[in-house]
Every structure is written in structure tokens, then in C-alpha cells.
């Protein structure tokens, strides 16, 4: 098959962020089996030896310049509102959107050259016509809806602009509304988005298809580190991260100390916020900004630390925790989409919500090595069984084809 993906983030290394983790090991895995033309952008920040990179996994690299950062201050803030009002499209996606990109796609739809379109993230949309799905499948896998996350932030006081935020969340219940219609296939990666756009009532299919986890790059421990010494992990430029490593560090990560005064935090990511870099001047707190080897670090953790309050799909962070055999605390949001405890449910991670819970659960796993050794072997065979590229990436096919 002659396979078109569309991604405005590029993919390479898988290291980058979830996004880029997703696309470019679906791209992998589909790869084997058929011709890949890539559309992606370059941020400033791509190396030459990271496209080499990515062309070895695609017949075609098609490479446009990432635009510039949008105005900033009062006044693009109210022209991004506005724009946002009359055309019924976000700022972050119409920002993205390339004329030269939008000619070579017209170009080649007419011309038949491929057999399916996927859009890796659902900014990719701006490029698909709608008349496009009578001609050719046009797949989006959208990663999560941005309309719940949005809804939810508002409800949990969570939101980085709650004035903002409440403008926006009708026009974005609107957006995802029509844009979904646009497609042959909707891909989602939790049941919780899947009934979410249930509710939209959009006419186009629409599959459920979790994250995978790389199990030669996240390989099983040797041996429990013991310990008092926890890990957040995570881009820490996303502001869903930077607010659960703010909150962690600020709220529990201090009570923690009062009963463990050895207890270290290790916060692992790249891209680390202003405010995060900050939480690095505290006792016990390490922000290291981007690793080689993310499983290494995952390692020498006593415990992995997942205390996400808003943002929504399942979670690469905690797949790859579990994956490395390191217990995991995490809240509802860090557990989407995954079975980890209840009725007739082997127990692979711990839930905690409230500070007091998040401190419970941690010192229960500080004190017994047994739980800890449970939640390690349970989490990794959790995830070979269910949560593998390779299995992800031949239910993707079946989508596609």
C-alpha cells in the first residue's frame, strides 16, 4: 500500500515526546509492510543526523519549515480569540497550517498516488478536505481530545488560563465536532475518548488504540534499588507535566521528607519550564532536562510517580515505568485507559488522588519490598501482553487497509 503520513511534529527520535513516541513506532512498524511517504515540519531544533535517521523508515521524507512562534502579548492573544471565533480552528492548529504543504497534498490527490492518508495528531486535519474520504481513506489519530482535556482543566482549576479556557471550550466542542466528521476513520486511544466522541454523534468509524512501549529500549530491571528514591518523568515543557511536577514537589514531596529524610525526587525530561528548572533548588529534587537513556534513570528508582491532574489518553510515561519494572503511584488521569487494580484485576500499580493518598501509597512501597516487587512483575507482564508496538502497529494496519 502507498501510504501518506501527515505530521507536523517530527518524529525522530521516538525520545522527543509522546507524540513523536507514537507516531514514528507506528510509522516503524508499518513500514515493513508498506511504502511510507512522510510530511512532517523541521523545528530549529532537528538535526541533519536526525532525518538521516528517519529516512532509513520511509520511502519518502517530505520536509517543510516549522513556522515561527506566534505573536505573544495582549494583542495576539486577542487576534488569536478572533480568528479562532470566525474560522472555528484553534490557534495552536492553524498556526501549523503550510500553503506549500496544502499544494503538494491537493497535487497528489489528484494524481491517485497513494492508497490511505493518516494524520498522526489531530492538527494534522487542517490539510484534509473533507470530499477527500469519497476518493481515498483518510485516517486521523488524534491522540486525545482536546475539547475534555480543556473541560476537565476548568473543572479541576487545573487550566494554565481559565478566562481563556472558558472562551475556548465551546468553539473547541464545535471544532472537534465537525473536524471528525471530515474522516473515514477516527483512531482514539482510551474508551473514554471513544464515548466521548460517541456523544458527538459523528458518522465516521471510530477505534480504540492504545500506546505501545519499545521493551528493547525499556528493558526489566536486574534488581530492586530499595531505597527512598522517587522519579517524575515526562516533557517538562508541556504545561500538564509542569503542573504535576509542581504539584508534587510542592504539596507531598515535603511530607515525604518529614517522614523519610533521605527520600530524593528525580524529575526527568527535556525542554524543563522555568518553574521546573526552580524545583531543582530544593533539598532532595533533581532536574536533569533531557537523557540518553530514560530506562536508566527509570533504574535506579524506588518508585515511579505518575501525579497527573489533568490531561487525558494513556499515558507513554507510565507504560514505559512499568515496562522498566519500576512501581508506579499514579492518579486516575496517569492510569487511562489501563487495568491496574479492582475485582479479579492482578494489583499492577497503586491509585492515589488526594496528597494524603499519594503519601500512603508511596510509603507502603517504601516499607515493603514485597508490594513493590508485585507491582514490578505484574506492571511488566501487563504491558508484554498488551501494550507492545508491534501488536499496536497491526491493529493500525487493519484500520488503515
Known sequence: MRLLMICATFPYPPSRGGTQVRTFNLLKQLSDNHEITLVTQKAEDVTEEEIEGLKAWVKTLM?????NNPQTGIVGKIQRFGQFFITGTPPNVSFLYDPKIQNYLDEAIKNNEFDAITCEHSVNEIYIR????????????SHSSVYRTCK???ATGTSENQQRDRLYLPLLKRYEKRVYEKFSHVVVTTDDDYQQLKEFKINSQVSVLPNGVDLEIFPYRNSDPGGHHLIITGGMDYVVNIDAACFFSQDIFP???QKYPDTTLTIVGSNPSES???????????VTGKVPSMAEYLHKATVCVIPLRSGFGIKNKTLEGMAAGVPIVASDRGLEGMEVDG???PLRALRANKIEEYVQAISDLFEDENLRQTLSKNGRNYVENNYTWESMGKKYEKIII
Open 343 to 345: 475485582k479479579n484485576t
Open 63 to 67: 520536509l517543510f519549515p516549522r513556522p
Open 130 to 141: 473533507s470530499r477527500w474520504k469519497d476518493k481515498i481513506k483518510t485516517v486521523v489519530n
Open 276 to 286: 521546573v528548572l526552580k524545583l531543582g533548588e530544593e533539598a532532595g529534587i533533581t
Open 152 to 154: 476537565h482543566q476548568l
Open 255 to 257: 511530607l515525604l521528607r
